[in-house]
């Protein structure tokens, strides 16, 4: 049985144990970038965590699961767009109990079975004030548990911290270790398969950052590094590829907006966003690429050396205007296969 925080060094085998290495390496280091492009153009709304503030926000939350029931042998679902309060939260949920992110546009009765399947007992939503649409919809969910299994609805708003006040002063140790135990489970993620019906598979924080690294690997991350994500976080790719690859390696996230490529200013300024915050790898599902692709570059790309796309077959058409789209001095080289796209960026 773990504990939630304790002041004796990490047990090899979790993501929270490379982040809490860089938190003390490079305190300051950017960590995750939100962003939240307008339509209006105006200058996009920012906020920037250092891997100092993401280890500080991922214990206070930690403490706070904790406080309302949270179990190691439960579940945290967590019915949130991709905010940074959704990022510290799936790290959170990993150190009292295990993560379950969920995707909004499924049915009450398909996230329902999931809840129950995965033995949640508390599910997070937004507040009415910061999402109406997800707050209803998870109160449905919640409501159809009811005769199935106890569950505790933690109403939320945006920010990576907890509100209350007497949450933020329960720990006196900033940067206490994490104390896990790489074969317990840090999340679930669902997946219908073929048959279209609430499926879970498992996770436990050695896999996940068995697969951190993996993917950490084959892109030659490093601590320079700046990934763009837009992806879902109830996704692998999304939440192990785009984001916690990134801190195994001492990268950064820049987190394109609560909804990532459903949000139009995403698309329309996403060249303006690489630029400013100095992106270096690109990329998204194939209809993501093939959108952005679309818009004009009258920015400086040039800090951007790799791009990827996965989750659905690449045609080989959207391969070469990929691989021949302009970046600085030089350009985009495609390798890979037709179910995925990785370039490597080679100066002229």
Known sequence: MRDAFQS?????????????????????????????????????????????????????WANRLAAVGARQDGAIALLLTNTPAHY????????????????????????????????????????????????????????????????????????PWP???????????????????????????????????????????????????????????????????????FHVAGAICSSRALWVSGGCVVNLSSHGFRNPAVIDFYWDIVSKYEVTIAGGVPTAVATVLEQPVTADISKLRCGYAGGAPCSASLQVRFAEYPSGGGRLARVGSERSLACSFERA
């Open 163 to 233: 509100e209350a006040a007497d949450v933020l002063t329960t720990n006196t140790t900033p940067l206490a270790r994490l104390a896990i135990d790489p074969s317990d489970t840090a999340a679930w993620f669902h997946t219908g398969g073929t048959t279209g019906a609430p499926k879970l598979v498992r996770h436990s924080h050695e896999q996940q950052k068995i697969a951190a690294m993996a993917f950490a690997a084959a892109a030659n991350l490093g601590e320079n590094d700046r990934l763009a994500n837009g992806l879902p976080l």
């Open 88 to 159: 510290v939260l799936m790290l959170a949920s990993g150190v009292v109990s295990s993560s379950l992110s969920l995707n909004p546009l499924q049915s009450v009765e398909y996230l329902a079975q999931l809840l129950c399947a995965a033995g949640a007992d508390i599910l997070v939503v937004p507040t009415p004030q910061d999402d109406e649409k997800l707050n209803l919809l998870g109160h449905a969910v919640a409501s159809l548990c009811e005769s199935r299994r106890k569950l505790t609805v933690l109403e939320i708003g945006t920010s």
């Open 8 to 60: 004796q060094p990490l047990v090899a085998g979790s993501v929270l144990e490379a982040l809490a290495q860089h938190a003390v390496r490079r305190p300051d280091a950017a960590a995750l970038i939100h962003v939240e492009p307008r339509l209006d153009g105006n200058d996009h709304d920012a906020l920037e965590l250092s891997y100092t503030d993401l280890l500080r926000a991922t214990q206070h």
